[in-house]
């Protein structure tokens, strides 16, 4: 790989990407939607939450291989957690995105796979997108909800 | 605009884009440190320098502003935007100069219409039809205009190759019916449309026929008599020339039956307090102070283009299209979008298993630049059943390396992501 690509595209994303985790229907819980309508994105996240801890989280829709993983990534990480502390993982991925350049990434595991999007401005919202309509979800929001 | 059918005995294409690039400073730009590869024209072309230094050149001897002062300057300025004016009617082969209205771009072009023509002539329960394959700016402004006067929007369809279906759009003309407002090249597909066809089908009910030319404008001669339209709308900057400048070319008979759109100075008669009387078209479309530098670049450009020639211009990209579509459709996985039996250079496609947002970025580290997205026709994706395509666009600085360093960054996306 060449060309600065590779801090994008890490096997970890392309991995995600070809073979997504919980990509699925998930009944009876919470669902919403994220689109990002200029590039073509759009998903459902599905979260079952019991006495406010994520039981199980699951996703459908199509996207680029950045929407697709992160939403993947996500689905994995936030299973168990409090919604708090899904909300406060969230905080930190937006910070290792858009914040300054070699920021501490500490606290976020696998998701620091996606801490090279940041030298790909316009493909931030991508990997947001899946944790925007997490966010819907959780908070009961109807409706869809979009990062551009 | 030449047809798509290829000819054999067609000879080797005359235009050299090799010597033609040398016209265009920015082509020598290297991105990501590859040499730049510039495939977005349907977006905005590049700017060939006589264009550039023109307009330099109004503002270093020129500038003043235009249809005011008494003084030398103000007389030279009035006299080249003037002398614009008319370089643009003849490109168009308008009967006089005063039939072309400046504008900012396409987009006002269709805004000025829908506001004046339509404002005042479609009523409760009349209908404008558009076709499913429009650019939102030929869309949402009448969309607009159909909610504030209780009239329906109806839409042509397109077949599965990406071309108008005439039955339906005939079928479709009822006397409701009060304008008809459709793309000439499609921005997304390349489909050429029929356009004499769908004036003729049109005029037939006295209906006037808007025809949405941004994306004509480059690739050939555009003759509105010979089309027959009451309308035509386009951008200097999708033709070699600045933004902020367009045109909108209207019959005498409509423009002078229409009411202003901006109102202000530089486009009344006289003003009392009482009563405004409203200058005569072009000028009573024209409040304010134009873009004169701007109307100034776009003459540049046509007589840049004019200089090339406008048949050589469309032979010469109708091989390179012939060429592209065949190494696309080579290509393992790529599936190209809009078969038209006409097309201009435009290229949608889609890479089986691969978002087309992931193609744009991986081809931008190799220095060639596309459009991924909707592509501002979300109807149309619908339609398509898409929910993005990539597009190259083609123009007459482009080569065939151009297209084989496009073939070379998707087979690089092919094994990245494939």
Redesign the interface.
């Known amino acids: 790989?060449?060309?600065?690509?590779e801090v994008?595209?890490r096997d970890v994303i392309?991995d995600h990407?070809k073979r997504p985790r919980n990509f699925r229907v998930l009944e009876g819980g919470g669902k919403a939607e994220g689109s990002n309508?200029?590039?073509?994105?759009?998903l459902t996240v599905y979260l079952r939450v019991v006495n406010g801890t994520i039981q199980d989280a699951a996703f459908q829709g199509?996207?680029?291989?950045?929407?697709i993983a992160s939403a993947s990534l996500m689905t994995e990480n936030v299973k168990g957690k409090t919604l708090a502390e899904a909300a406060a993982l969230f905080e930190r991925f937006l910070q290792m995105m858009t914040g300054p350049a070699g920021a501490p990434v500490d606290g976020l595991g696998d998701l620091s796979v996606f801490a090279g999007v940041r030298q790909?401005p316009v493909?931030v919202k991508?990997a947001t997108l899946p944790w925007e309509a997490l966010r819907a979800a959780a908070a009961g929001r109807v409706g869809a909800v979009s990062t551009e | 605009m030449s047809r798509g059918s290829p000819d054999p005995a067609r000879p080797t294409p005359v235009l050299d884009p090799a010597a033609i690039r040398q016209d265009f400073p920015l082509l020598a730009r290297r991105v990501?440190?590859?040499p730049l590869v510039y495939l977005d024209n349907a977006a905005t072309t590049q700017k060939p320098r006589v264009v550039i230094d023109r307009m330099t050149r109004f503002y270093v001897e020129e500038n003043a502003n235009v249809h005011r002062g008494v003084h030398w300057l103000s007389e030279r300025a009035t006299d080249v935007f003037e002398e614009a004016r008319a370089a643009i009617g003849r490109f168009v082969n308008a009967r006089r100069a005063e039939e072309i209205v400046f504008v900012r771009g396409t987009t006002e072009a269709i805004n000025l219409v829908a506001g004046t023509y339509g404002r005042s002539r479609v009523g409760r329960g009349d209908e404008v039809v558009v076709s499913a394959m429009e650019h939102h700016s030929n869309i949402v402004p009448w969309q607009i205009l159909c909610e504030q006067q209780g009239a329906r929007l109806r839409i042509i369809p397109i077949t599965d190759a990406g071309e108008l279906d005439l039955d339906a759009y005939a079928a479709l003309l009822t006397d409701r019916t009060r304008i008809v407002s459709v793309v000439h090249v499609s921005n997304v597909l390349g489909t050429v449309n029929p356009v004499r066809e769908i004036v003729r089908i049109a005029h037939q009910r006295g209906i006037p026929v808007l025809v949405d030319g941004a994306q004509a404008v480059a690739h050939g001669a555009v003759d509105v008599q010979a089309l027959g339209c009451d309308f035509y709308a386009f951008s200097g900057h999708k033709m070699f020339g600045p933004t902020g400048i367009g045109v909108l070319y209207g019959t005498s008979a409509l423009l002078e039956s229409m009411p202003p759109y901006q109102s202000g100075g530089d486009m009344i008669r006289s003003v009392s307090f009482e009563q405004t009387r409203y200058d005569v078209p072009p000028h009573r479309f024209e409040a304010g102070t134009p873009d004169i530098a701007g109307a100034v670049g776009l003459a540049a450009a046509i007589g840049y283009l004019a200089g090339i020639g406008f048949d050589r211009i469309a032979r010469f990209e109708q091989d390179l299209l012939e060429y592209a579509t065949g190494a696309l459709s080579r290509l393992p996985g790529v599936r190209v979008i809009g078969m038209a039996a006409s097309k201009a250079g435009v290229l949608s496609f889609v890479l089986d298993g691969?978002?087309?947002?992931?193609v744009g970025?991986?081809l931008d580290?190799?220095g060639v630049a596309i459009r991924?997205?909707?592509h501002c026709c979300?109807p149309l994706?619908d339609r398509l059943g898409?929910?993005?395509t990539s597009r190259a666009s083609l123009a007459l600085y482009n080569t065939r390396d151009d297209i084989d360093a496009l073939v070379a960054a998707l087979q690089k996306v092919r094994a990245?992501?494939g």
């Open positions: 790989m060449t060309s600065g690509l994008l595209y392309l990407n309508p200029l590039c073509g994105d759009r199509y996207g680029c291989a950045i929407a790909f493909r991508c | 990501h440190g590859k691969v978002h087309p947002h992931d970025t991986i580290r190799e991924t997205g909707h979300q994706m898409l929910p993005a990245l992501l």
